[in-house]
């Protein structure tokens, strides 16, 4: 079974919806992100978390908002969708005693039409 | 501010030929390198690692990548490309703190 899981793997959605995805992961990390990825733009980083109670902003969080269920699951939402949050989304943890290398899941392909 | 770029959109080899995909970053402090693979609908994966110690790095599926501090990269390699090495590349840096900052990507292409 993959260490990192994402849901839904794809998913088409109007303007004005909301829209949650998921992540769990089995790695037993406590540190969890949220990236958004766009063709020729690497990563831009939408929310992490060091903990359960630990959840901070990163350099693209508008109109983005993130839930820490569990050590285990992190889940990014879409208040109110928008065509310019088309994009493929990851979920990945961290284990800071390995210099933090990140373990990504499969990724969500969002569209909003 | 702390940047990695990757000059290259992509490369393009012949397979069995050698290959190299390059990264050079800006950051404040000692830097921990990485290199991730990302295949067609799929997630990032790791491949390898600079943190201290020898500055050539050896990980997965043969590749390599060597840190050269004075020239601030962190150039991946492998000897011989394989068509199933054909994919986009990662460079990402970080320097100890919260945040892992990704270049760009780079498409290789192996050609049979």
């Known amino acids: 079974d993959a260490d990192v899981t994402q849901t839904p793997r794809n998913r088409i959605t109007k303007t004005g919806k909301r829209i949650m995805l998921e992540c769990s992961q089995t790695?037993?990390?406590?540190?969890m992100y949220w990236y958004r990825q766009d063709p020729g733009l690497g990563l831009q980083l939408i929310y992490y978390s060091f903990d359960v109670k630990d959840i901070n902003k990163g350099e693209i969080s508008d109109g983005y908002s993130v839930s820490r269920q569990a050590q285990a699951k992190f889940s990014l939402s879409l208040e109110s969708a928008i065509p310019n949050q088309t994009a493929l989304y990851f979920c990945a943890t961290s284990d800071p005693f390995r210099g933090d290398t990140q373990y990504f899941g499969p990724g969500t392909r969002l569209t909003v039409l | 501010a702390q940047s990695v770029a990757q000059p290259e959109d992509q490369v393009n080899v012949a397979e069995g030929n050698p290959l190299t995909v390059k990264c050079t970053y800006s950051v404040s402090g000692n830097p921990y390198l990485f290199w991730y693979v990302q295949y067609p609908n799929r997630g990032l994966q790791f491949l390898l690692k600079y943190i201290t110690g020898d500055n050539l790095v050896k990980g997965s599926y043969g590749f390599e990548a060597e840190f050269n501090k004075s020239q601030t990269s962190f150039h991946l390699k492998k000897p011989s490309a394989l068509v199933s090495d054909s994919a986009l590349y990662f460079c990402?840096?970080?320097?100890?703190?919260?945040?892992?900052?990704f270049g760009a990507g780079t498409r290789l292409f192996v050609k049979a």
């Open positions: 790695k037993g990390h406590d540190r």
């Open positions: 990402a840096v970080n320097t100890g703190g919260f945040k892992t900052i």
